[in-house]
């Protein structure tokens, strides 16, 4: 077997470690799916079951566009999660947070706002001028998930909330522009990091990024901070990205009373984008796209 200091089998001259790792040679398609289950816990999908989740995420998108345009002054979230219910049914699909986990997450979308980091549940509450909210839909298609959350300004908000919103869309995207097979899941950190830091701001580490399509939440894991999670990116490998970005401590608190609301320790403003994506031969696929 190979070693990781061997040169590499492709004759690159470099050493396998940094090259076709963990590539073993003359591995087919479905011994690397075998191995990374085993190694990683990680499905890699297939065409079709990508082609099932590229719907799931188209749908999950378009809910989300929806509901970003309708958020409006004097809106309450429960309005705006009505709405969410009404666009699955429609679809044939399933809200995925409707009674997920324990206790079950009560509603079918999360709203997070302000100081919330995520997991937020709508409420009877109108939403005011210089408010800013997460909106996060995940839908169920045919038995595939979609997951993805965008951020809204209602009316005017202040120079914190706009830094928190703009810098964690800049994590999101330029994240995401790394990834292609071969690039360590541990590389997203380092980028959302450096980017957080240029901006004075602070990267959540409780919650993560995760495979996604087959189930809600798959390996791996994908960290938003700093990490060592030396996995190598893998062609029809889907996951999430989905920084959550504070402007004051990157702590939460989990509300007591629900057990589901995240709030910044010190009451600052946070702010989340999420797509799916889902690795190609040579890059990756934004999936969550209208
Ligand atoms: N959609 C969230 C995520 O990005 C998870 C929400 S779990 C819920 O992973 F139960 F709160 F819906
Ligand atoms: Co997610
Ligand atoms: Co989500």
Not at 262 to 269: E, F, Q, S
């Amino acid at each position: 077997m190979i070693e990781r200091n061997d040169p590499c089998f492709c004759g690159s001259g470099k050493k396998w470690k940094k090259c076709h790792y963990p590539e073993q040679p003359g591995e087919t398609r479905d011994d690397l799916a075998l191995r990374y289950k085993k190694r990683y816990g990680i499905l890699l999908k297939t065409p079709e079951q990508i082609e099932k989740i590229r719907n799931s995420c188209k749908l999950a998108a378009k809910i989300l566009d929806t509901l970003c345009k309708e958020a409006k002054e004097g809106m309450t979230t429960n309005e705006l999660n009505k709405m969410a219910e009404r666009m699955h049914l429609d679809a044939g699909a399933i809200p995925a947070p409707l009674g997920y986990g324990a206790p079950p997450f009560p509603k079918s979308i999360c709203t997070s706002l302000n100081e919330e980091v995520c997991h937020g549940i709508p409420n009877n509450e109108k939403l005011k001028n210089g408010d800013f909210l997460n909106i996060d839909v995940t839908c169920i298609l045919d038995g595939y998930y979609g997951d993805c959350s965008r951020m809204v300004a209602i009316g005017n908000i202040d120079e914190e909330k706009q830094r928190a919103m703009d810098t964690s869309y800049k994590c999101l995207m330029e994240s995401i522009d790394i990834c292609k097979p071969g690039v360590m899941i541990s590389e997203i950190g380092n980028v959302i990091e450096k980017i957080a830091k240029e901006n004075k701001c602070s990267v959540v580490d409780q919650f993560v990024g995760h495979g996604v399509g087959v189930g809600f939440h798959e390996a791996p894991q994908v960290p938003h901070h700093h990490n060592s999670t030396h996995i190598p990116m893998q062609e029809g490998m889907t996951f999430t990205i989905e920084p959550m970005i504070n402007i004051g401590k990157r702590e939460s608190i989990i509300d007591p009373d629900n057990q589901w609301i995240a709030r910044t320790v010190d009451g600052k403003p946070s702010a989340q984008w999420e797509h799916t994506i889902v690795i190609t031969d040579s890059g990756y696929e934004i999936l969550t796209t209208v």
